[in-house]
């Protein structure tokens, strides 16, 4: 792999620029094929003439790369596209993606291998080309569409695509919906049902999420390790204990901000996931010190986090 990691945002965007990956372009590293680019200052210009030198690439990380936009990105996907695997377009919430659904449409329709999709913040992302991923990417694992730096929530996301990705990519094992509003039991249901090898699950802020959901994800999702619930005020302890009974795999589950959950499934879930390391329950009202307690005692080991707001 080349490129930069670690460090401050400030010295990679100073580091690689397009003068430096004009100079690999010269160099030519025919065997090259991973570039890691995130919060580096590089542009449209010198990105294609990478996607035209490195026809091998498997993994491209793009992420906060504010000036790259769907120009250069279907350029890659051109030049790439049967190797293609690993793809991060991730945005920060200060600093979102500027890519849109032509050229997310463009790495569908070329790059049938891909494996992992982020598209953390990609903000212009709608249904369109999610559903094309869907149609083609029949080998994804990762899909990431949390939109958590959008005020409000992110509204383009829908049941439409979601149902189709649960249809078409049964081999998925991570799936991040977080903040996208208009997601409901509908996809997610089919999700579980379909997506067996599924092992995290996020929903955050996803308030049409109700227990229907989770109760087809305790059945369907045996191999599930992290499950983000933060924000889905409908989950009543009736769904949660399904997850405790079947879910023994779980190791990371947030229940931020669930209100209708009671010391009687957060037990079950330390009786039934014996691997439990990490418990989010801020703002959970309902649950007593004496809970708290006795999940101290039982996993010692345990990172709780339990503020009530």
């Known amino acids: 792999m080349l490129g930069v990691e670690g460090g401050d945002e400030c010295f990679k965007t100073n580091v690689v620029t397009d003068e430096w990956l004009s100079f690999l372009e010269k160099k030519k590293f025919p065997n090259l094929n ?29 992420s906060d790369c504010m000036n790259i ?29 500027r890519i849109t659904d032509a050229s997310v449409l463009e790495v569908a329709r070329r790059c049938s291998n891909l494996q992992s999709l982020n598209l953390h913040n990609c903000s212009n992302i709608t249904d369109a080309s999610v559903l094309e991923v869907a149609g083609r990417c029949s080998n994804l694992q990762t899909l990431n569409l949390n939109m958590s730096g959008v005020v409000g929530g992110n509204r383009n996301i829908t049941d439409a695509s979601v149902l189709e990705v649960a249809r078409g990519c049964s081999n998925l094992q991570t799936l991040n919906l977080g ?7 509908a996809s997610v249901m089919e999700v579980a049902r379909r997506c067996s090898n599924l092992q995290t ?4 802020c996803c308030f049409n999420i109700t227990d229907a959901s989770l109760l087809e994800v305790g059945r369907g999702c045996l191999n599930l390790q992290t499950l983000n619930l933060e924000g889905c005020g409908n989950i009543t302890d009736v769904s949660l204990l399904e997850v405790a009974t079947r879910c023994s795999n779980l190791q990371t589950l947030n229940l931020s901000e669930c209100r209708n959950i009671t010391d009687a499934s957060v ?3 330390a009786r039934g996931c014996s691997n439990l390391q990490t418990l989010y329950l801020v703002g959970c009202r309902n649950i007593t010190s004496a809970c708290k307690y006795a999940l101290r005692q039982s996993h010692p080991q345990l990172q709780l986090y339990t503020a009530v707001l």
């Not at 590089?42 to 690439?57: E, K, M, P, W």
């Open 69 to 97: 936009t769907d120009t250069s990105l279907r350029e890659v996907a051109r030049r790439c596209s049967t190797n293609l695997q690993t793809l991060d377009l991730s945005g920060s919430w200060d600093h979102p993606s």
């Open 34 to 62: 991973s570039l890691c680019f995130n919060w580096c200052n590089i542009t449209d210009v010198s990105l294609a003439g990478v996607g035209g030198q490195y026809s091998n690439l498997r993994s491209l990380n793009l």
């Open 267 to 269: 037990l079950e879930v």
């Open 201 to 204: 699950l996020d929903l955050y």
């Open 179 to 185: 903040n996208c509003r208009n997601i409901t039991d």
